[in-house]
């Protein structure tokens, strides 16, 4: 039987000063039932931080360093550190001189995972030979079915920046639509507090939507809310992009894709046919809880770091 793999895990616990985020801890949460794992949570030196360890690691993995190290601790001399080294891409915008820097000098990282595909190596061409797909997967214990009553017709969640021209056409056409509920973003930073939309009340909301819309934004990116809404049981009203139908979602079979000209039209059609929604509802949840769970991304970001180490040995 093969030993369990020895990964030390360089990020911050972001979930609990930022609840909005705990979907995103929940993937390295998912790594700990496939690896042996170690967790660093402050800034430092990799070298004198590794000397310090009772825990010999076969790689390294620091989480994302956006938002200025948000999620992450700044950590320095991993360009010299000799062990594996992987990271990972959240948002493909974030100061892609910093990224660049990062990739290419200050830390060398032998393997780059990404939340997104086509985004990142549209954004980071030179980086591909290193890149690893990881997209967002789903925590079933909260990501499910709660057998919520169908009490929201139609409800949009998320930001409306002007990154998200669909999110902000449906609010536009759908305010004062009987049945529509717009959600507002709790905000990323914002700290726990009874009532806060995120975790279970959020996937309880999605959960008593028959509708539910969503985007990728201008960028195309597979954000989590294409797992969450057919993961919770509602019907999925989404822009696609290149991404998610790489993943296997299918218009018309785990969800209905439209744009800004149509989805009002569709929005009524699918609202008013019980048949048709319930089946397309059915068949994106089971999709979604078979396809798509934590267990199997961290099942799949394993046996990249094995291949890897096995390249190297």
């Known amino acids: 039987m093969e030993k369990p793999l020895k990964l030390l895990i360089l990020a911050k616990r972001f979930a609990d000063t930022m609840p909005k985020h705990q979907h995103k801890f929940d993937m390295l949460t998912a790594i700990e039932q496939a690896a042996d794992v170690s967790y660093w949570h402050r800034d430092g030196d990799i070298l004198e931080i590794l000397n310090g360890l009772d825990f010999e690691p076969d790689a390294i993995f620091h989480y994302d360093i956006e938002w200025r190290n948000a999620f992450a601790p700044q950590i320095r001399n991993l360009d010299k550190c000799k062990l594996l080294k992987a990271c990972f891409v959240l948002d493909v915008h974030f100061e892609p001189d910093t990224r660049l820097r990062y990739f290419n000098r200050d830390a060398k990282p032998d393997m780059i995972f990404s939340a997104s595909k086509y985004p990142f190596l549209n954004a980071f061409q030179e980086c591909a030979s290193r890149f690893h797909w990881l997209p967002f997967g789903i925590n079933p214990s909260v990501i499910r079915d709660y057998r919520e009553e169908k009490s929201i017709r139609y409800s949009l969640t998320g930001l409306l ?16 639509v009987d049945g529509f509920v717009h959600f507002k973003h709790p905000g990323h930073r ?34 989590a809310k294409f797992f969450e809404i057919p993961g919770c049981r509602s019907l999925m009203l989404a822009e696609t992009n290149p991404d998610i139908e790489e993943l296997g979602f299918k218009d018309e079979e785990h969800f209905i894709a439209c744009d800004r000209s149509d989805f009002y039209e569709k929005a009524l059609r699918y609202d008013a046919d019980e048949e048709a929604r319930a089946s397309l509802t059915d068949k994106g949840y089971a999709f979604i809880q078979s396809k798509h769970t934590n267990e199997i991304r961290a099942a799949a970001f394993i046996d990249a770091v094995r291949k890897e180490l096995s390249l190297r040995a």
């Open 161 to 176: 920046e002007e990154k998200y021209p669909f999110r902000q056409a449906v609010l536009n056409r759908m305010k004062g």
């Open 190 to 223: 914002t700290a726990s507090r009874p009532g806060l939309f995120v975790n279970e009340n959020y996937t309880r909301a999605i959960n008593r939507s028959r509708i539910s819309f969503t985007c990728g934004s201008v960028l195309q990116i597979p954000v």
